[in-house]
């Protein structure tokens, strides 16, 4: 998928992300688990936003995503904030070539962008064969509660003067998806008038359990699994859930 114009926007649209949040996780649960290694890989790293902070936060951190656009962003702000960070095209299920690292994490509900089942024990299996023994995997998505109660049949709109969009959310292909379909009224400076666009994102979620399956087959030892940026247990309408897994072999 091309994020293409939307990738200029993103940072705009999520300006108000909880990035620190993500970068506290990374550091508490790499101190917890006693993972003393700076190697770092940020998949589905986007603008290269996370990426950034964390390589401020010391890490030597390389950024990879699938998306062309994106990258073009992530390189640029990485220049213009002094960090040096590797940032490479590939698939998060195919990943070739990147070295080993101490730690990968896959965050912003990115491993939710995977539609099939085959394509997230491929992705476990990828970071498996990148990951040093003993480096931690941690990753977010977004719970089946969150895909059929929140998302599913709702519309989210916002108004500003240089940009607005009506985001609607359907029923996908697959169960526990959801196509986000987005409309945006972009403001051209130079002409004054809006652009209209569009984009079209599906993602889709699995259960708790199996994604712990899916884990344990690729390798790894599950260390952790909470809510919605606490360390506490997932419950029916928990929103965000998270992992925390260690590769063992």
């Known amino acids: 998928m091309s994020y293409e114009r939307f990738a200029y926007l993103y940072d705009n649209l999520m300006k108000d992300a909880p990035y620190d949040k993500w970068v506290e996780i ?9 993972v003393e290694g700076k190697e770092l890989l940020d998949l589905a790293c986007g603008t290269g936003e996370l990426s950034v902070r964390l390589s401020k936060a010391g890490f030597r951190v390389t950024g990879v995503d699938l998306s062309s656009d994106m990258l073009t962003v992530a390189r640029a702000k990485a220049d213009e904030n002094g960090q040096l960070i590797r940032f490479f095209q590939q698939s998060m299920a195919e990943l070739e070539g990147l070295g080993q690292f101490d730690a990968v994490c896959i965050f912003c509900d990115s491993l939710n962008y995977l ?14 064969h990148h990951l040093k023994k003993g480096g931690l995997l941690l990753f977010d998505v977004h ?10 049949n709702e519309t989210f709109a916002l108004v500003e003067d240089d940009i607005s969009y009506i985001w609607q959310c359907y029923k996908g292909n697959y ?8 409309v945006f009224f972009v403001l051209d400076e130079d002409t004054g008038q809006y652009d209209r666009f569009e984009e079209l994102h599906v993602q889709r979620t699995f ?3 199996e994604y712990e399956n899916w884990l344990k087959e690729a390798g790894f030892e599950i260390l952790d699994i ?15 859930i998270f992992f925390i897994a260690r590769k063992n072999d």
């Open 26 to 34: 990374v550091l508490a649960k790499l101190k917890q688990y006693k």
């Open 115 to 128: 539609e099939t089942e085959e394509d997230v024990m491929n992705t476990f299996k990828s970071v498996s």
């Open 143 to 152: 719970s089946i509660y969150k895909m059929n109660q929140i998302f599913l």
């Open 175 to 182: 169960p526990n998806s959801i196509e986000h379909d987005l």
């Open 207 to 209: 259960s708790v359990h």
């Open 226 to 240: 909470f809510a919605d940026f606490y360390d506490s247990q997932p419950s029916d309408n928990s929103e965000r």
